[in-house]
């Protein structure tokens, strides 16, 4: 990274309008390196990552595929291909996250799309293959600038859309939320997770400090996502899962920019937990 990346994160937004003109080959180049190091998550699922052109049957094919609004003038999608495996769609967001922090950081906007791609033009684009799936594309290009009170109103949008820490991070139980004292020197990666993009911006992680191990929780939506109607027919990803994954990276990053060394293991600790909420992943410091 060329950046801090606190900073990289607070630059990135889902960008749906962009300028009609080609990646430059050495921003191509360098994400289509990076790209090639994407390809095993924290917790071991196997992934590939492509940085394709897109052609005007690539924009069109967006519009029925039921994704988040219009996407102007993206000139190119970054395509990921999943293995299966118990937590591939959390490796799957670290993955992809991790990638679109890097495209951020060079100059370029993104935009998650998630949506049935497994059969779509884009599963032909990454020659697909029979075990894996596509849970979600990224559009990619440079942004069309938003200046003045236009730029002023997203920060503003944004800042506050995000929820309060309050309810989202907790010390040795969901019922006691984490103060800045508790926090200590991870003060920093929990704001960094608060601005982690997530799907229709449900912002589903939920952390508690017991000790030195930070414990990842998904608090589902009511509705949204695993086991409703809508995700069944059309078959689409558990986004959820991504958006934890999503936290994961911008937790990590976070922290290892300030030197706290940690590691990811899957060992759920004795807890009384909500209704809709279950565990992911914990982090233990080193």
């Excluded at 309008?17 to 390809?39: A, G």
């Excluded at 820490?165 to 508790?182: H, I, N, R, Y």
Aim: aromatic share 10%.
């Amino acid at each position: 990274m060329n950046q801090p990346i606190q900073e990289i994160i607070g630059q990135r937004f889902s960008c749906r309008s962009y300028l009609d003109e080609p990646i430059r080959e050495t921003h191509r180049q360098s994400l289509k390196d990076f790209l090639k190091t994407q390809q095993i998550g924290p917790l071991r699922t196997h992934a590939r990552f492509e940085l394709v052109a897109a052609t005007q049957d690539d924009r069109q094919s967006l519009k029925g595929l039921g994704t988040y609004g219009y996407i102007k003038n993206p000139t190119g999608f970054i395509i990921g291909a999943l293995e299966q495996g118990t937590k591939n769609l959390e490796d799957y967001g670290y993955l992809f996250e991790h990638a679109i922090l890097t495209a951020t950081d060079i100059g370029l906007g993104t935009c998650w799309l998630g949506g049935t791609f497994t059969k779509s033009r884009f599963a032909k684009k990454i020659s697909l293959r029979d075990t894996e799936t596509i849970p979600a594309v990224v559009a990619t290009g440079y942004i069309v600038e938003k200046t003045g009170r236009d730029g002023q109103i997203r920060k503003y949008l944004s800042a506050n859309r995000r929820l309060p820490k309050e309810q989202l991070f907790f010390v040795d139980s969901f019922g006691s939320p984490l103060t800045t004292g508790a926090a200590g020197a991870y003060a920093q990666p929990l704001e960094m997770v608060r601005w982690a993009p997530s799907a229709s911006n449900k912002q589903p992680w939920r952390i508690v400090r017991i000790g030195d191990a930070w414990h990842f929780y998904l608090q589902r939506t009511k509705g949204y996502g695993k086991g409703t109607l809508l995700f069944s027919l059309l078959r689409l990803a558990d986004l959820q899962r991504v958006d934890m994954g999503i936290a994961m990276c911008h937790f990590e990053l976070a922290a290892r920019s300030l030197r706290l060394r940690g590691r990811w293991i899957v060992e759920a600790p004795k807890l009384i937990i909500p209704d809709n909420t279950e565990y992911t992943v914990s982090w233990i410091n080193e």
